[in-house]
């Protein structure tokens, strides 16, 4: 009877390839962690390429090295942190790791050896395979600007799992992110051709801030692929995947947000707004009084630590009938971090009175006429100003 031996991993591979995965590996990678196993990032061959792939249990990043020579097929762990000090000390070189199946390595490059200890891979948890010609198609950096105009409206909250993440649907060939924290919300959709027809999840916030951080400019102009497997989902891009399982429950409702009617608007420059937005910041970075004018908004700020301040700037606005101005109480750190991702010149704040909620859309000029670009909707919820002695 032959008995069949289990080959130890051993590849030849660039420092520089495997020192630029380890760091986005390291991006989910756990310093420290209740399950130790997962600060080690895991070694395998699949379909005859080396593949590295990090994980903290809920967000994970696949990394293939096509580069790397493979002399025999195994797998084997390395602690991400010790394996990427190990590795800016050989940049331009190229190193040998033969796997041992107790764990760890012999690490050898031009001036160096090393004998690694490493945990057991039968401890790291079993790593998700996806079909990635079932899903979405987008346009990688398409993708990143939907991220960052939604991503910064999610809640921080632990304990409320279904708005600790972002909803990601395809409705009518729409693709739409939103994100809320119960405060305010971001809602971007593109216009996407798929054949899918049930694709609704939400993800966790941290898959998509790897996704922001694996798709450098160098290959953002190459789509991407999105699905949904079982109860994970999954980004591909360039050898690149990103995977995580998704959160269960109830998202908020978001329709209303979409049909919001509003009675006034102010048409403005998002520079100039962002800016006027950022002095009256120096008084109070939490609590500002928005006052619409004739042709004027005016914001004041008053804080017990520092004083008080108006910043003001004009518009083409007339109050209605016969008010002198509509006052309305904002968070503004609530509105910068809509302000900052806007990527128009130009954009429209609709509100209504004190107790309303107002919107932020983005403005798209053609012969100096303004128009709503709706692929973006950021509503953000009033807050309550101090009486006036």
């Known amino acids: 009877m032959s008995i069949i031996k289990k080959t130890k991993l051993s590849i030849i591979a660039p420092v520089d390839a495997l020192l630029e995965a380890t760091a986005k590996l390291l991006l989910v990678v756990p310093a420290k962690s209740p399950k130790p196993v997962l600060s080690n990032i895991r ?11 990090g994980t903290n249990a809920m967000v994970g990043i696949h990394y293939t090295i096509p580069a790397a020579s493979v002399k025999s097929e195994g797998e084997g762990l390395l602690n991400g942190i ?18 041992s199946d107790r764990g760890g390595c012999r690490f050898k490059a031009k001036g160096g050896k090393y004998k690694v200890i490493g945990d057991d891979i039968r401890d790291y948890p079993k790593t998700p395979r996806f079909e990635t010609s079932k899903g ?7 993708l990143v600007v939907m991220i960052k105009k939604t991503i910064f409206a999610s809640a921080p909250e632990e304990s409320r799992l279904s708005i600790n993440g972002i909803l990601m ?19 971007n959709e593109y216009d996407i051709a798929t054949n899918l027809d049930d694709f609704r999840v ?37 050898g690149i995947t990103v995977y995580s399982a998704t959160i269960q429950g109830v998202f908020p409702p978001y329709g209303e947000v979409l049909n919001f009617k509003l009675k006034h608007h102010i048409d403005c420059s998002t520079k100039s707004l962002l800016h006027t937005l950022r002095r009256a910041m120096l008084i109070n970075k939490d609590l500002i009084a928005f006052n619409f004018g004739q042709d004027i908004l005016k914001l004041s700020a008053v804080s017990s630590l520092v004083g008080a301040g108006t910043t003001d700037m004009e518009t083409n606005f007339t109050p209605p009938n016969g008010q002198e101005e509509i006052k309305i109480g904002f968070n503004p750190r609530y509105l910068r971090d809509a302000l900052e991702v806007i990527t128009t010149k130009r954009c429209r704040i609709l509100f209504e009175g004190p107790k309303n909620a107002a919107i932020l859309k983005e403005l798209i000029t053609n012969d100096d006429i303004d128009s709503v670009f709706d692929q973006f909707t950021y509503t953000v919820m009033p807050a309550l100003l101090p009486r006036e002695s």
Do not use: C, Q, W
Request: hydrophobic share 45%; aromatic share 8%.
């Open 169 to 187: 649907e395809v409705e009518d060939d729409h693709l739409r992110l939103i994100a809320t924290d119960n405060k305010r919300m971001a809602i």
């Open 82 to 99: 010790k394996f990427i000090e190990l590795l800016k000390e050989f940049r331009g070189t190229e190193t040998k790791i033969d796997f």
């Open 43 to 53: 070694f395998s061959v699949r379909n005859g390429i080396l593949e590295l792939t």
């Open 136 to 142: 979405l198609n987008i346009l990688a950096s398409d």
């Open 202 to 238: 939400v993800v966790p916030s941290d898959f998509l801030r790897a996704i922001l951080k694996v798709t450098s400019r160098d290959i953002a102009d190459n789509i991407a692929v999105i699905g949904v497997s079982g109860k994970k989902v999954f980004y591909r891009l360039s």
